[in-house]
């Protein structure tokens, strides 16, 4: 079965721009993970979506960075005036259900350039 | 509040050598899960391993193996007879329940380098 799916692959905007990223989980997972990783760091997570639950947006890192998700599919992550600093990439991440021994299942990023 | 440490940043390897990556956490729960990924040079990270709180038997899968020690809060990773297809970032992950949520933490990530 198909994996996880992002676009685009690349994004590349002017500072001030709004940009929205896409993200198309495993079918029937319930669960979706938004993360960034910049250049040669870790996982920074940003936001947490569980079925129809609220989402846990405590990684989010300013206002103006917003996701939405429609039931237990597509998620779609907006990031509004965009700075330089927002240049990285950004990973999406589904599992199967909120159980702690779920493992992830990751997209291969959108690489986004805030020139 | 949960905590992983991969303290190696960089490790560099002749082929065919054995290397370990350490993994420490920090957690106040008495069930949560381990994991290790892996993220190759193209960049999507892939799971490699689980292991939960209450197991502590060390489990090998040909050249891996992990070594998970509850007494020092440490799951860490071994790749015997090193090949240049290990080179990667590799991430260990801490998973525990919250309230009907998932709630992982990733540690920084080791990069290792393997030198043919």
């Known amino acids: 079965g198909a994996g996880v799916s992002q676009s685009p692959s690349n994004k590349v905007t002017e500072k001030g721009k709004d940009v929205e990223l896409r993200c198309d989980p495993i079918?029937?997972?319930?669960?979706l993970y938004w993360y960034r990783q910049r250049l040669g760091q870790g996982l920074e997570f940003l936001i947490y979506f569980q079925g129809n639950s609220a989402p846990d947006k405590s990684g989010l890192p300013s206002d103006r960075f917003s996701a939405e998700r429609t039931g237990e599919s597509v998620s779609t992550l907006t990031i509004q005036r965009t700075q330089q600093e927002d240049s990285a990439v950004y990973l999406c991440a589904s599992s199967s259900g909120p159980l702690a021994y779920n493992e992830q299942f990751f997209g291969p990023g959108t690489r986004l350039t805030v020139l | 509040a949960q905590k992983v440490t991969q303290a190696q940043t960089e490790i560099s390897v002749v082929e065919k050598e054995d290397v370990t990556l350490d993994c420490v956490y920090e957690t106040r729960d008495t069930t949560y899960y381990l994991f290790w990924y892996k993220q190759p040079p193209s960049g999507e990270l892939v799971f490699l391993i689980r292991?939960?709180?209450?197991?502590?038997q060390n489990e090998i899968s040909g050249r891996y193996s992990w070594n998970f020690q509850k007494s020092t809060s440490s799951f860490n990773f071994t790749i015997t007879a090193s090949q240049v297809v290990d080179s990667a970032v590799y991430f260990c992950a801490l998973s525990e329940a919250r309230g009907g949520y998932q709630k992982v933490t990733f540690g920084t990530g080791t990069k290792l380098q393997v030198i043919p």
């Open positions: 079918s029937g997972h319930t669960a």
């Open positions: 292991r939960n709180s209450f197991d502590e």
